[in-house]
C-alpha cells in the first residue's frame, strides 16, 4: 500500500491581513517542504512579521488559508504551536532568570518528558555556545547572547518548524557564524522560516529565498534562480589594452548576444576596464579570453561578475514599486 505523502510543512494560500483597512499583507501563496530553509526578504513594512506572526498563531488573518504541517492555524491553533519554535524580532525574556532555569521552566511548558529535558537542554546550550553562562542571569547578559538564548528555546522542543524573525539583531561577526552554523544544522531535519537583513548570510544559509515588498512576493526561487529571473543578465569584467575599434564584431563571434555595457577609460598602460553582458547563463569566460588574444589583445584580468542577492533583492523591490507607480488610478481617485 503506497504511503500518504506528508503535507508541506508550511502551506499559506491567498493571505490577506488588513489594518483599518489598509493591506499589511496582500494575497500571498507559498509552500514550505519538510526540511528547507527558506529566507524571507523585504524591505521595512513589507508584511514579513505580519506573515510571520500570523503563521504562529499570535495574529488572526483577515482572509486566506494557512497551516502548519497539515493543521490549520484557525481552527486548531494548539496543534500548530506545538509544532512551531518561533523566535520574534523583539524576543521577550524573564530578565530574573538563569539561563538554565529559563529554558527548564519553556520545556515543561512546550511538554518536553522530564526524563529528555536536562540532556536536551544541554545539547541546546551547546548548540547555541551557551554552556559557559547556563548560571547567568538573562537580565545581565549582552543582547547577542540574550539572542542566542531566544535561538535555544526555539529548538528546544525539537519542532518540525521553526520561524525565526531577524535572529542575529546584536550579533557579532562570530555569532553571526554561530548562529549560521546552527542553522545549517537543522537543514533535512526541520523546516526553518528566517528572516534577515543580512542578505549574505540569508544567501549562504538558505535553500530558497522569497522576497516580499508592499505586503506581496515579487520574487521567489534559489538565489542563482533568482539572479536569471530578476536581473536576467550575465556580466564579465575585462581589463584589456590594445586596438577595441572592431570589439563589437568580436563579441558577436563569441555570443551573438554578448555587447558592451561600460567601458572606462584607459590607465597610465593603456589598459581599459570594460564590463560586457549577455543572456547567455553560460560561461563564455574562456571564449571571451581566446577571442580577446587572437586579436592580439593584451588581457591583465578576465572575471564573471556574480551579481549579489543584494542585487536581485534591490532589482525586485525596484521592479515592484515600478509597476504600482505604472498601474492606472480608479477614476474619482487622486
Not at 47 to 60: A, E, N, Q, V
Not at 91 to 108: A, D, I, K, T, W
Not at 247 to 258: I, Y
Amino acid at each position: 500500500m503506497p504511503e500518504t505523502p506528508h503535507p508541506p510543512a508550511i502551506e499559506v494560500s491567498h493571505l490577506v491581513k488588513t489594518f483599518s483597512g489598509v493591506p499589511a499583507v496582500n494575497d500571498i501563496s507559498f509552500a514550505a517542504p519538510r526540511g528547507e530553509i527558506l529566507g524571507f526578504l523585504g524591505p521595512n513594512g513589507a508584511g514579513k512579521s505580519t506573515t510571520m506572526r500570523i503563521l504562529t498563531g499570535y495574529l488572526p488573518a483577515t482572509s486566506g488559508q494557512v497551516s502548519i504541517c497539515g493543521f490549520p492555524v484557525a481552527s486548531d491553533p494548539d496543534a500548530v504551536k506545538r509544532r512551531i519554535g518561533y523566535m520574534p524580532e523583539n524576543n521577550p525574556l524573564p530578565e530574573e532568570m538563569r539561563v538554565s532555569e529559563y529554558l527548564y521552566f519553556r520545556g515543561r511548558l512546550k511538554e518536553v518528558p522530564r526524563r529528555k529535558l536536562g540532556s536536551r537542554i544541554d545539547e541546546v546550550l551547546e548548540l547555541c555556545d551557551l554552556k559557559h553562562v547556563r548560571h547567568k542571569i538573562i537580565g545581565r547578559l549582552s543582547k547577542g547572547f540574550r539572542q542566542r538564548v531566544g535561538i535555544a528555546e526555539s529548538v528546544l522542543a525539537e519542532p518540525p518548524v521553526i520561524i525565526m524573525d531577524e535572529p542575529t539583531i546584536g550579533l557579532d561577526p562570530h555569532q553571526i557564524l554561530i548562529v549560521r552554523d546552527l542553522i545549517a544544522s537543522l537543514r533535512g531535519r526541520m523546516t526553518v522560516l528566517i528572516s534577515s537583513h543580512i542578505l549574505p548570510e540569508i544567501e549562504v544559509t538558505c535553500d530558497r529565498v522569497l522576497i516580499i515588498n508592499q505586503g506581496r512576493i515579487v520574487a521567489q526561487g534559489t538565489p542563482a534562480n533568482l539572479r536569471r529571473e530578476v536581473l536576467g543578465h550575465s556580466a564579465y569584467e575585462v581589463e584589456a589594452a590594445g586596438p577595441l575599434g572592431s570589439l563589437a564584431f568580436l563579441l558577436s563571434s563569441v555570443d551573438p548576444g554578448l555587447s558592451v555595457a561600460s567601458e572606462g577609460e584607459a590607465d597610465s598602460l593603456g589598459f581599459r576596464k570594460i564590463t560586457l553582458k549577455t543572456m547567455n547563463d553560460d560561461d563564455v569566460g574562456e571564449a571571451i579570453l581566446r577571442a580577446f588574444l587572437s586579436e592580439g589583445l593584451r588581457v591583465r584580468s578576465l572575471c564573471r561578475a556574480r551579481p549579489t542577492l543584494e542585487d536581485v533583492f534591490l532589482a525586485a523591490t525596484r521592479r515592484s514599486w515600478d509597476t504600482v507607480a505604472e498601474e492606472p488610478k480608479e477614476e474619482g481617485r487622486a
